[in-house]
């Protein structure tokens, strides 16, 4: 089992930013896919960013430019800083780690809104 738990959403006016963090435990393995989705009010679940250890990175055409996804392998860690944020960044973020099998986290609330 590998238990994976997010930190650091909130409720941010547009233009301001967001750190989100995430990390997991229990039976990681040193290869692996860390990454987030969010899911918006009414729509469904989407992939926002994911970092591979290998460094591969992907990015929601939504969020290019303006969200940053990094990661510290030794510690299980993966960051989305998030700036530039606008309305339609609203959601629930979920983050996930895998390799073979998906786990999630319980998800982290993000509200952009003046």
């Known amino acids: 089992q590998v238990r994976v738990v997010e930190s650091g959403g909130g409720l941010v006016q547009p233009g301001g930013s967001l750190r989100l963090s995430c990390t997991a435990s229990?039976?990681?393995?040193?290869?692996?896919?860390m990454g987030w989705y969010r899911q918006g009010p009414g729509k469904e679940r989407e992939l926002v960013a994911s970092?591979?250890?290998?460094?591969?990175?992907n990015y929601a055409d939504a969020v290019k430019g303006r969200f940053t996804i990094s990661r510290d392998n030794a510690r299980n860690t993966v960051y989305l800083q998030m700036d530039s944020l606008r309305p339609e960044d609203t959601g629930v973020y979920y983050c996930?780690?895998?390799?073979?099998?998906?786990?999630w986290g319980q998800g982290t609330q993000v509200t952009v809104d003046s």
């Open positions: 970092k591979t250890t290998f460094g591969d990175t």
């Open positions: 996930y780690w895998r390799y073979r099998l998906t786990y």
């Open positions: 229990g039976r990681v393995t040193s290869v692996n896919t």
